[in-house]
């Protein structure tokens, strides 16, 4: 037991004058062998920006594709062919309004 | 800069990320439908789950749904125009909606909609398109389905009835031809001549009246029709008849008999050609000069002119007046003054464009301004007659998309003061301006009118404030005149009433009969007032030929009455008299509802009338439609 506190005191005496820095830290974690999950990387900020932007934009889209194929909602019942009759005779209404127009 | 994160952390964003992605895809069509893109639902994701409802959608969205007397145009064979149901639905639309529902069906054929919805849409969409092919297909899958049975039986029988059943007697026959070219797929029905009044395209379909539909080569026939006389109806969608006219048909009637065969074909001919004035062409100056295309064979033109009322929110047309013009032109012009034209009114008018408010100017303008005026817009047709005063042309019938139209407007440059504000409802101001251009005998007509006419819905005219504008003009017309008598009787003045009626009697005016008959019946000079209703029956059968029949019913003298019937000699009112006196002939003339009715007709007791109407609808009521005729003529 007397060994082995000497052998202790021995050996904080040894590392005193040793500090361990971040890159004495990195040096050790490189060479240990951790788990994969638990490996850390490291990405540049510039690779995650751009997929994440495309993520957002995709996101929007998907929720506002209706806007892009878009909307056939109220198409028929908004055409223009309405009648009007006359005396004078049957026309298409949006004949009458266009003409309408110029006056 | 650099982000530090775990493989673990990454993967499970990235396995988020997949995730999300697959339920945004696969709610997309979902999404799509919501949101109204039921096209692209059916076009980009076929595998999902919601293309049937997207076609469903899609199809009502393309043609909303449908009945049977929706979408076509009916009209009889004498020419009249009967009703129209336009919800603006274009072929294009049909074809997509025929696509969509025909997708369905094939795609989804234990889908409980096929039943309850899809094969009868598709069979009144491939009808009205006159595909009878997959019309009868159709119709062949519904007559299975209890719920739609009844009707797919009545249409079935429309689209088979080309051929006969055995010991059917064929009644009529004929073909609809457009410009000589027999047309398949039309719809085809029979009116009873004895039917009062109007007609309503629900009628043939809620009634027993029976339909049948052209075949290929445009040939139709009418088996087992009871004897008697029908007009022959057409039906068609609008795009069909885009460029022409109904030829009336020279027998009005086609009288069936239980031994013969009756031909009675349906003809179609190409508008007549207008030249002048079009697409609202401004008309300067005084005269206004009307150009069409000769017809073949044409005898004489007669040009007819509606006015248009416009709403006063959006501008759209919500009314119009028309005046069919009396001269007969014998060349391809015809030329009026326009002035002259001013001073012939068409009658009071409250406007649509008023909407329902009680208290706004409802006065339309076209009542006080005459026939045309200045800062006016019209329309104006022509007919076109033959040796014996049959029509063999016109111009009114139904117009193509993009082609010119018989519009045109009159220079605003002479228009009055008290003119400019009429058209624009304002009468206040109007009648502070033609005050002012007095004694203009254009102004003071204009006065009187208002004050006769009144402005709002409500305002049914002051007979003492219009008449001192009456006495006021120089040189009276007949119209004018007409309107001063009744503007006495009104006032309590019926001998000088009276005796502007006299002289214009004398001078053939035919209104002016009648208003003396009405006086003489009301003072119980019955005989004076038959004879003066036969006098103008000559010439004006409407609605003294109703009084008439009215009196001799009153009488108990239906023979009488059924002569006057006969002998009405102008169609429409002869039409009107004749079914009035089939219907009378049908029933028990005796029955004292009845009798009370006519009573209160005579006597002018609308309590009587609305009595004898309301317990007639419940035991009779085709007499009860026969007393409100004739109240209505003979009030």
Same mark, same amino acid.
């Given at each position: 037991?007397?060994?082995?506190?000497?052998? &202790?005191?021995?050996?904080?005496?040894?590392?005193h004058?040793?500090?361990?820095?971040?890159?004495?830290?990195?040096?050790?974690l490189? &060479?240990?062998?951790?788990?994969?999950?638990?490996?850390?990387?490291?990405?540049?900020?510039?690779?995650?920006?751009?997929?994440?932007?495309?993520m957002?934009?995709?996101?929007?889209?998907?929720? &506002?594709?209706?806007?892009?194929?878009?909307?056939?909602?109220?198409?028929?019942l908004n055409?223009?062919?309405?009648?009007?009759? %006359?005396?004078s005779?049957?026309?298409y209404?949006?004949?009458?309004?266009?003409?309408?127009?110029?006056? | 800069?650099?982000?530090?994160?775990?493989?673990?952390?990454?993967?499970?964003?990235?396995?988020?990320?997949?995730m999300?992605?697959?339920?945004?895809?696969?709610?997309?069509?979902?999404?799509?439908?919501?949101?109204?893109?039921?096209?692209?639902?059916?076009?980009?994701?076929?595998?999902?789950?919601?293309?049937?409802?997207?076609?469903?959608?899609?199809?009502?969205?393309?043609?909303?749904?449908?009945?049977?007397?929706?979408?076509?145009?009916y009209?009889?064979?004498?020419?009249?125009r009967?009703?129209?149901?336009?919800?603006?639905?274009?072929?294009?639309?049909?074809?997509?909606?025929?696509?969509?529902?025909?997708?369905?069906?094939?795609d989804?054929?234990?889908d409980?909609?096929?039943?309850?919805?899809?094969? /009868?849409?598709?069979?009144?969409?491939?009808r009205?398109?006159?595909?009878?092919?997959r019309?009868?297909?159709?119709?062949?899958?519904?007559?299975?389905l209890?719920?739609?049975?009844?009707?797919?039986?009545?249409?079935?029988?429309?689209?088979?009835?080309?051929?006969?059943?055995?010991?059917?007697?064929?009644?009529?026959?004929?073909?609809?031809?457009?410009?000589g070219?027999?047309?398949?797929?039309?719809?085809?029905?029979l009116?009873?001549?004895?039917?009062?009044?109007?007609?309503s395209s629900?009628?043939?379909?809620?009634?027993?009246?029976?339909?049948?539909?052209t075949?290929?080569?445009?040939?139709?026939?009418?088996?087992?029709?009871?004897?008697?006389?029908?007009?022959?109806?057409?039906?068609?969608?609008?795009?069909?008849?885009?460029?022409?006219?109904?030829?009336p048909?020279?027998e009005?009637?086609?009288?069936?008999?239980?031994?013969? +065969?009756?031909?009675?074909?349906?003809?179609?001919?190409? %508008?007549?050609?207008?030249?002048?004035?079009m697409?609202?062409?401004?008309?300067?100056?005084?005269?206004?000069?009307?150009?069409?295309?000769?017809?073949?064979?044409?005898?004489?033109?007669?040009?007819?002119?509606?006015?248009?009322?416009?709403?006063?929110?959006?501008?759209?047309?919500?009314?119009?007046?028309?005046?069919?013009?009396?001269e007969?032109?014998?060349?391809?012009?015809a !030329?009026?003054?326009i002035?002259?034209?001013?001073?012939q009114?068409?009658?009071?008018?409250?406007?649509?464009?008023?909407?329902?408010?009680?208290?706004?100017?409802?006065?339309?303008?076209n009542?006080?301004?005459?026939?045309?005026?200045?800062?006016?817009?019209?329309? /104006?047709?022509?007919?076109?007659?033959?040796?014996?005063?049959?029509?063999?042309?016109?111009?009114?019938?139904?117009?193509?998309?993009?082609?010119?139209?018989?519009?045109?407007?009159i220079?605003?440059?002479?228009?009055?003061?008290?003119?400019?504000?009429?058209?624009?409802?304002?009468?206040?101001?109007?009648i502070?301006?033609?005050e002012?251009?007095?004694p203009?005998?254009?102004?003071?007509?204009?006065?009187?009118?208002?004050?006769d006419?009144?402005?709002t819905?409500?305002? &049914?005219?002051?007979?003492h404030?219009?008449?001192?504008?009456?006495?006021?003009?120089?040189?009276?017309?007949?119209?004018?005149?007409?309107?001063? @008598?009744?503007?006495?009787?009104? +006032?309590?003045e019926?001998?000088?009433?009276?005796?502007?009626?006299?002289?214009?009697?004398?001078?053939?005016?035919?209104?002016?009969?009648?208003?003396?008959?009405?006086?003489?019946?009301?003072?119980?000079?019955?005989?004076?007032?038959?004879?003066?209703?036969?006098r103008?029956?000559?010439h004006?059968?409407?609605?003294?030929?109703?009084?008439?029949?009215?009196?001799h019913?009153?009488d108990?003298?239906?023979?009488?009455?059924?002569?006057?019937?006969e002998?009405?000699?102008?169609?429409?009112?002869?039409?009107?008299?004749? @079914? %009035?006196?089939?219907?009378?002939?049908?029933k028990?003339?005796?029955?004292?509802?009845?009798?009370?009715?006519?009573e209160g007709?005579?006597l002018?007791? !609308?309590s009587?009338?609305?009595?004898a109407?309301?317990?007639?609808?419940?035991?009779?009521?085709?007499?009860?439609t026969?007393?409100?005729?004739?109240?209505?003529?003979?009030?």
């Open positions: 037991m007397k060994d082995r506190d000497d052998l &202790h005191q021995q050996l904080e005496k040894a590392v004058n040793i500090h361990f820095d971040e890159h004495m830290k990195q040096h050790v490189n &060479h240990a062998k951790p788990s994969f999950w638990e490996r850390e990387i490291q990405i540049p900020i510039s690779i995650i920006v751009v997929p994440a932007l495309l957002v934009i995709v996101s929007v889209g998907l929720f &506002h594709a209706h806007t892009w194929f878009g909307t056939d909602s109220k198409k028929g055409n223009p062919n309405k009648m009007v009759t %006359l005396h005779g049957t026309f209404e949006q004949e009458l309004e266009k003409r309408r127009t110029s006056w | 800069m650099v982000i530090r994160l775990k493989v673990k952390t990454l993967a499970i964003l990235i396995v988020l990320l997949v999300a992605s697959v339920i945004a895809v696969v709610n997309l069509p979902s999404n799509l439908l919501r949101s109204g893109a039921y096209d692209a639902v059916i076009r980009y994701f076929p595998w999902s789950s919601e293309v049937p409802d997207a076609l469903i959608l899609a199809g009502q969205n393309a043609v909303p749904n449908i009945d049977e007397s929706d979408e076509l145009l009209m009889m064979s004498d020419g009249d009967a009703s129209f149901s336009n919800s603006g639905i274009t072929v294009e639309n049909q074809e997509k909606a025929i696509q969509y529902y025909e997708q369905f069906l094939r989804y054929p234990d409980p909609r096929v039943n309850d919805f899809v094969l /009868w849409q598709l069979t009144l969409l491939h009205k398109k006159g595909d009878i092919t019309t009868e297909e159709l119709l062949n899958q519904l007559v299975k209890p719920a739609k049975s009844a009707e797919a039986q009545r249409l079935l029988y429309e689209v088979k009835r080309i051929q006969s059943e055995p010991g059917e007697h064929l009644a009529v026959k004929g073909s609809v031809r457009f410009n070219e027999p047309r398949s797929g039309v719809v085809l029905f009116k009873s001549r004895s039917t009062i009044g109007g007609f629900n009628e043939i379909y809620q009634s027993d009246s029976i339909t049948v539909m075949d290929k080569d445009g040939n139709y026939s009418f088996y087992d029709v009871p004897p008697g006389e029908y007009l022959v109806g057409v039906a068609v969608p609008y795009p069909s008849v885009e460029g022409y006219f109904l030829l048909h020279k009005k009637f086609v009288v069936v008999e239980s031994s013969k +065969t009756k031909d009675y074909d349906v003809d179609f001919i190409p %508008l007549m050609e207008l030249v002048s004035p697409d609202n062409e401004m008309i300067q100056g005084s005269t206004i000069q009307f150009e069409w295309k000769p017809v073949k064979g044409a005898q004489y033109y007669q040009v007819s002119l509606t006015s248009l009322e416009r709403s006063r929110e959006d501008g759209r047309i919500v009314g119009s007046l028309t005046r069919p013009l009396t007969k032109w014998m060349g391809t012009s !030329s009026y003054n002035e002259a034209l001013q001073t009114y068409t009658g009071s008018s409250k406007s649509h464009a008023a909407g329902d408010d009680k208290n706004k100017a409802a006065l339309d303008p009542s006080i301004l005459g026939l045309l005026y200045p800062g006016g817009e019209f329309s /104006w047709s022509v007919d076109a007659y033959g040796t014996k005063g049959e029509k063999i042309g016109s111009s009114s019938g139904y117009y193509r998309l993009d082609s010119a139209i018989p519009f045109f407007t220079n605003a440059a002479g228009e009055s003061e008290g003119d400019r504000y009429a058209r624009q409802y304002d009468y206040e101001k109007a502070q301006a033609y002012q251009e007095i203009d005998p254009k102004a003071v007509r204009k006065l009187a009118l208002i004050y006419y009144g402005i819905w409500e305002d &049914h005219g002051n007979p404030k219009a008449l001192p504008y009456w006495e006021m003009l120089q040189n009276p017309t007949a119209m004018d005149q007409l309107m001063m @008598a009744d503007d006495y009787q009104k +006032t309590g019926p001998e000088k009433a009276i005796a502007i009626y006299e002289k214009l009697a004398e001078q053939g005016e035919s209104r002016a009969e009648e208003k003396l008959g009405d006086d003489y019946r009301t003072r119980g000079m019955r005989n004076e007032a038959m004879q003066m209703y036969k103008m029956l000559q004006a059968p409407e609605p003294t030929g109703e009084k008439l029949v009215l009196m019913l009153l108990g003298d239906i023979d009488e009455a059924r002569k006057v019937a002998e009405a000699p102008i169609d429409y009112a002869k039409e009107n008299l004749h @079914a %009035l006196m089939m219907k009378v002939e049908e028990d003339v005796s029955n004292t509802q009845f009798m009370q009715g006519l007709i005579e002018g007791k !609308s009587q009338v609305d009595q109407v309301a317990a007639l609808k419940q035991d009779d009521p085709n007499l009860a026969i007393l409100k005729v004739l109240r209505y003529y003979v009030k």
